[in-house]
């Protein structure tokens, strides 16, 4: 599966989640301290847009997530999913932590967990939950292994959670990102 598809079937998963939110839930809080669904929703965005920069590129911003968070989210995956789609642009390289990569294996590594864990703390803020298919937590847990001490370190996770020893694959994943995977709303 090429980044572009792999980012189409995220994208999608999201989508019908940020559409699933009734307009009232969006101010609740969620499973990230201190942030709301729209605040989680709005650092989705922001990373996206920030993550293109690095090859000279930008996405559309023209929508506030404070006024309409599902056209606001729209507009930025589909211009994200259009450079994808551009192996010119997908492939365009950069330097990040002293090693050449490229575009799209940024958006694979980074913006794709994103869409995976950030779809389940903003599905938790409008109280209701979702499974994480198999294969995406496979790829966050390899995602979170390469990473290491460094995803703590930066700031891209709360400490672990601990959870039962039997717990879920899924609940196991939360627990590592940070995230306590009972965690409902007020």
Not at 55 to 73: F, I, K, Q
Not at 144 to 155: A, I, K, W
Not at 156 to 184: E, K, N
Request: with cysteine; hydrophobic share 45%; proline share 5%.
């Amino acid at each position: 599966m090429t980044t572009a598809d792999r980012y189409r079937r995220l994208a999608e998963l999201f989508d019908s989640t940020v559409e699933a939110i009734a307009p009232a839930a969006w101010g609740k809080a969620s499973p990230c301290e201190k942030w709301s669904a729209r605040d989680v929703l709005t650092h989705v965005l922001d990373s996206e847009a920030a993550a293109v920069t690095n090859v000279g590129l930008s996405l559309d911003r023209t929508l506030d997530p404070a006024d309409d968070p599902v056209a606001a989210w729209r507009e930025v995956r589909d211009g994200m999913q259009a450079i994808l789609d551009d192996p010119a642009k997908a492939g365009l390289e950069y330097e990040s932590l002293g090693a050449t990569t490229t575009l799209a294996d940024s958006i694979e590594r980074f913006i794709c967990v994103d869409l995976i864990v950030h779809r389940w703390d903003i599905a938790r803020a409008a109280g209701t939950d979702i499974t994480i298919p198999d294969n995406d937590i496979a790829d966050v847990d390899t995602f979170l292994d390469s990473m290491g001490q460094m995803f703590y370190d930066y700031g891209a996770g709360a400490p672990a959670v601990a959870v039962a020893d039997d717990a879920s694959p899924q609940d196991t994943l939360l627990g590592r990102t940070g995230r306590d995977p009972q965690w409902s709303a007020a």
